[in-house]
């Protein structure tokens, strides 16, 4: 497993997609589901010794981490 994993959501097509470490991952209905999935995703990693971050790219354009 990679010690540092970066996570990206976005919107495109009308749904909030997911990338990992700038690979496509998945697409979920709502942004809400996509933060939550990376949520338990980075409770593994760190777990497991790594470190992970999460960045939202917002549909009005802006960015937040989580």
Do not use: P
């Amino acid at each position: 497993m990679s010690d540092k994993v970066s996570f990206r959501i976005f919107i495109g097509d009308g749904q909030w997609k997911l990338n990992r470490d700038e690979e496509f991952v998945c697409v979920f209905e709502s942004r809400e589901a996509a933060v939550n999935a990376c949520g338990s995703y980075r409770e593994e990693i760190v777990k497991h010794g790594g470190e992970a971050t999460i960045v939202v790219d917002e549909a009005d354009g802006s960015t937040t981490s989580v």
